[in-house]
């Protein structure tokens, strides 16, 4: 595993995971949770996945908007910043898309050329 990313239930299972998970990071975020691999980051797995499935950077698009998706941004090929991603994200971003509830992925995809109207 590399990353996973879940949505509990009950705050007390936030406790029970971070048990599970103990060599690992644990990101608690406003209603999701991240467990990240030790001596891994979000910009490290990217490259990771892509190398698994016989990619390399040239191929990989990475979409964040918070503090733990800026390596991942910067690794990635294109890094794109939502429109309410921290300014940190908008900062290392190639390209900056609406928000997610304003069609941020969609609109972005489309300008990419990555699907059609």
């Not at 998970?21 to 467990?35: A, C, P, R, Y």
């Not at 991942?72 to 994200?89: D, P, R, T, V």
Request: with cysteine; aromatic share 10%.
């Amino acid at each position: 595993m590399i990353h996973l990313q879940y949505y509990p239930y009950k705050e007390s299972q936030n406790n029970d995971l971070d048990k599970i998970f103990m060599k690992s990071k644990v990101t608690h975020l406003n209603i999701s949770h991240e467990i990240t691999q030790e001596n891994t980051d979000k910009g490290s797995a990217i490259l990771k996945v892509a190398e698994y499935y016989g990619y390399n950077r040239e191929n990989t698009v990475a979409f964040g908007d918070g503090e733990n998706d800026i390596t991942m941004l910067k690794n990635a090929q294109i890094g794109i910043a939502m429109g309410n991603a921290c300014q940190q994200c908008l900062d290392v971003a190639d390209y900056v898309t609406e928000r997610i509830e304003d069609d941020g992925l969609y609109n972005a995809c489309k300008h990419f050329k990555w699907i059609e109207s």
